[in-house]
C-alpha cells in the first residue's frame, strides 16, 4: 500500500482546492465519509448563527423581519440557483424534500390530467416512492406507478426507459444521481424522451446538488426538488429547494393554500390569490435559523466551483476505486457503484456480507485508529462520501487500509448483528 500512500501525499499537494477543508470545523482524529448525508460545518455558519441568535433574535425581534430575514429565502435561492444551473426565479426554498415532491408531484398529475402512467425506478430513495404511492393512494385513484428495473442492482439501462415511456406517462419521477448506488442519469436525454411523449420529469437533486455539476435549463429540465443538508452543508433537516421552469410556473398549482404563497399576505384578505411566480409553492413563514445556516455552505461551494469540484470529486473517485479494486476486492468486497465516471455521482458503494459490522468498527476503533465515519445501507451496503469541498486523497487511503485491517483482523466480531436506529 506504500505507493498509494505516497500517491495520495502527491495528489493532495497539487490540490487546488485543499484550502478550502480549513473553512470547516474538523476533528484530526476523524476522517469523516458522510457528507452525502449529513455535510460538515462550515466554520462561518457556527458565527453566523450565534450572531442571528444573539443579535437578529435575541435584540431586534420582530424588527428583524423587514431588516434581515423577508428577502433571505430569496437571497438563499438565488445562490442554489447557480449551483444546480437554474434562474433565481426559479427556485424556491423551504420545507422538506418530501412535501417539496408531494406539492410538484400533485401539480404535475393535475396538469397533465387524462394521462395515468406514472414512472420511477427501483433504485430511488424510499420517500419519494411513499410520495408516489400515497399519491395515487389518495387523489389518483386511476394512475399506476411503474418501476424501471435494474438489471445489475447499480443502474438503469437507456432502453428501459425509451420502452416503458409512452404517451399516456404523466410524469417520470427519478434521483438524478441515486442514493445507494450513485448511478447518474443522461439528464438531458430523460428529458428530451420525455419531452417527446409530453410527459414531465421531476428530478430529485439530493445526491447531486454541490456533489455534480447540474444544468437545469440547459438541459430543458421541468422541475426538481433536493435537500440542502448533504453536500450543501446546510445543517441537519435544513429547508430543502424546489425548481420550476419559468414558462411552466403559471401552469402548475400549489396544493396547499396558504398565506405565504398568496400574492399579498400581508393584506390579511379571506379570499385565496395565488401568487404568480415560483413563490407560490411556498407555504408558511420560512424557518430563519435553519435558512440562514445554509448559506456559507453554498457560498464555499460557488467560490470553488463546480466543474473544479467535479474534476476533484472524479480524481477522489478513481483513486478510491483503484485502491478497492487492488487492496480490497481479496477480502470479499465488490464495488456496488457505476465504472464509468460520467454515469457516476460522488459517492462510492462496497458491499461485504459483514458490511455492517466493518460500518461499526470503523466508526468506534478499539486502539488508537482514527475513528472513520462512512454509513450505511442494507443489506451489505458501506457508503464513502467524497466531499471534495473537505475531504482529501490522504483520507481516502487511510479509509482503505483501515477496511483491510479490519477485515484481516476480524475486528468486526466484537459487534452484533442487530442495527442501530440511525445508520
Ligand atoms: C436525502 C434525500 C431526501 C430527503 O428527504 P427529506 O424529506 O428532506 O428528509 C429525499 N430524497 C432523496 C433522494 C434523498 O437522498
Known amino acids: 500500500m506504500d505507493q498509494y500512500h505516497k500517491k495520495a501525499a502527491e495528489l ?18 476523524m476522517i469523516y465519509l458522510d457528507g452525502n448525508s449529513l455535510g460538515k460545518l462550515p466554520k462561518r455558519s457556527q458565527k453566523l448563527s450565534s450572531d442571528l441568535i444573539r443579535k437578529q433574535w435575541g435584540d431586534r425581534l420582530i424588527r428583524s423581519w423587514n431588516e434581515h ?24 426554498v423551504g420545507d422538506s424534500t418530501s412535501l417539496n415532491l408531494y406539492k410538484l408531484v ?4 393535475k396538469a397533465k390530467h387524462g394521462k ?18 400515497g399519491m395515487i393512494e389518495r387523489h389518483f385513484e386511476n394512475h399506476k406507478l411503474e418501476l424501471l428495473k435494474s438489471s445489475d442492482g447499480i443502474s438503469i439501462d437507456k432502453q428501459s426507459i425509451r420502452e416503458l415511456l409512452d404517451e399516456n406517462t404523466a410524469l417520470i419521477s427519478l434521483s438524478y444521481v441515486t442514493y445507494k448506488s450513485s448511478f447518474m442519469y443522461d439528464m438531458r436525454y430523460v428529458n428530451d424522451l420525455a419531452h417527446q411523449n409530453n410527459s414531465f420529469v421531476i428530478w430529485d ?11 437545469l435549463n440547459e438541459t430543458d429540465a421541468d422541475m426538481a426538488v433536493g435537500c440542502t443538508y448533504k453536500y450543501l452543508n446546510g445543517g441537519p433537516g435544513s429547508p430543502a429547494f424546489l425548481y420550476v421552469k419559468k414558462d411552466l410556473q403559471e401552469k402548475l398549482l400549489n396544493p396547499i393554500w396558504s398565506w405565504f404563497s398568496h400574492e399579498k399576505p400581508f393584506d390579511f384578505d379571506l379570499n385565496y390569490l395565488s401568487n404568480q411566480g415560483i413563490q407560490k409553492f411556498a407555504i408558511g413563514t420560512p424557518p430563519v435559523l435553519s435558512m ?6 453554498l457560498d464555499l461551494l460557488i467560490e470553488a466551483g463546480m466543474e473544479n469540484l467535479r474534476d476533484k470529486s472524479l480524481l477522489m473517485s478513481n483513486f478510491l476505486i483503484e485502491l478497492i479494486q487492488k487492496e480490497l476486492e481479496p477480502f470479499g468486497f465488490e464495488i456496488a457503484s457505476p465504472l464509468e465516471e460520467n454515469r457516476r455521482g460522488s459517492h462510492i458503494s462496497i458491499q461485504h456480507e459483514e458490511g455492517y459490522r466493518i460500518n461499526r468498527a470503523l466508526i468506534e476503533p478499539m486502539d488508537e485508529s482514527k475513528i472513520i465515519i462512512p454509513d450505511f445501507r442494507p443489506p451489505n451496503n458501506i457508503r464513502l462520501g467524497i466531499a471534495p469541498l473537505y475531504n482529501s486523497f490522504t483520507d481516502l487511503y487511510e479509509c482503505i487500509l483501515r477496511i ?3 477485515v484481516e483482523t476480524k475486528e468486526y466480531d466484537r459487534f452484533s448483528k442487530e442495527r442501530l436506529t440511525v445508520t
Open 292 to 297: 440562514a445556516a445554509i448559506e456559507p455552505g
Open 116 to 133: 395515468t402512467k406514472i414512472i420511477s425506478d427501483s433504485l430511488n430513495f424510499p420517500t419519494d416512492i411513499y410520495v408516489l404511492k
Open 404 to 406: 483491510k485491517t479490519i
Open 205 to 215: 437533486l439530493s445526491h447531486a446538488a454541490g456533489a455534480v455539476p447540474v444544468h
Open 69 to 92: 430575514w423577508i428577502d433571505l429565502p430569496q437571497t438563499i435561492a438565488a445562490k442554489i440557483a447557480k449551483i444546480v444551473g437554474a434562474r433565481e426565479d426559479e427556485i424556491f
Open 12 to 29: 493532495d499537494c497539487k490540490d487546488t482546492l485543499a484550502k478550502f477543508t480549513d473553512e470547516f470545523v474538523n476533528d484530526d482524529n
Open 106 to 109: 400533485f401539480a404535475a398529475l
